[in-house]
């Protein structure tokens, strides 16, 4: 069973720096895109980054200079540096990515990390 695992997340104040990674495990062939999505309390998941199997990026605007995301194809990880971290950072943190497994290609989601920035 494939699973994505992520580690990272905790308690840091404005202004700090956190680094989230993400580990894809079990038979996995192949990724496409793969990012970070985060919710906040009481607000919809939304974007805050992708890294595409190519290699480019894309951002949300509000993260955009401050966050970078990799990868790592051989091991199937995605990371997610962050950078002067704000309060309204503050969230939990999802790994996404686009699998190839032994049912073909499928959006798999991580349980999520909690980031908590205080000010």
């Known amino acids: 069973q494939v699973q994505l695992v992520e580690s990272g997340g905790g308690l840091v104040q404005a202004g700090g720096t956190l680094t989230l990674s993400c580990a894809a495990s079990g038979t996995i062939y192949g990724a496409r895109d793969m990012g970070w999505y985060r919710q906040a309390p009481g607000k919809q998941r939304e974007l805050v980054a992708t890294v595409y199997q190519i290699g480019s990026t894309n951002y949300a605007d509000d993260v955009k200079g401050r966050f970078t995301v990799s990868r790592d194809n051989a091991k199937n990880t995605v990371s997610l540096q962050m950078n002067s971290l704000k309060p309204e950072d503050t969230g939990v943190y999802y790994c996404?990515?686009?699998?190839?497994?032994?049912?073909?290609?499928?959006?798999?989601w991580g349980r999520g990390t909690q980031v908590t920035v205080s000010s």
């Open positions: 996404n990515a686009d699998l190839y497994t032994d049912i073909g290609w499928s959006i798999h």
